[in-house]
């Protein structure tokens, strides 16, 4: 059974860092793209950040410059380090992965809270 789980959530003022990551887990033959969503309160689940197999990355405009995405292929592990905080990035992120399994498809992991504080 394939399990995907996030960490490094929590509380950080504004301007601070945090650094999330996503482990993989299970009977996997193989990760294609991976990424980071965020959901805010009342507002809808938004991509923030995304990287293929090879390394190729793609940002959402409001965190470019702040956010990087990375991989660790052997380890079957997604990064996102996020400097210069800001509220507006307080949400729950979510990771997620297309996996090639027993069962192929995207998985989803059960969401890391980030608050940053004014």
């Known amino acids: 059974q394939v399990q995907v789980v996030e960490s490094g959530g929590g509380l950080v003022q504004a301007g601070g860092s945090l650094r999330l990551s996503c482990v993989a887990s299970?009977?996997?033959?193989?990760?294609?793209?991976m990424g980071w969503y965020r959901q805010a309160p009342g507002k809808q689940r938004e991509m923030v950040a995304a990287?293929?197999?090879?390394?190729?990355?793609n940002y959402a405009d409001s965190v470019k410059g702040r956010f990087t995405i990375s991989r660790d292929n052997t380890k079957n592990t997604v990064y996102l380090q996020m400097n210069s905080l800001k509220p507006e990035d307080t949400a729950v992120y979510y990771c997620?992965?297309?996996?090639?399994?027993?069962?192929?498809?995207?998985?989803w992991g059960q969401g890391t809270q980030v608050t940053v504080s004014s």
């Open positions: 299970g009977n996997i033959f193989r990760i294609n793209d």
């Open positions: 997620n992965a297309y996996i090639v399994a027993a069962v192929r498809g995207t998985y």
């Open positions: 990287i293929t197999s090879g390394g190729s990355t």
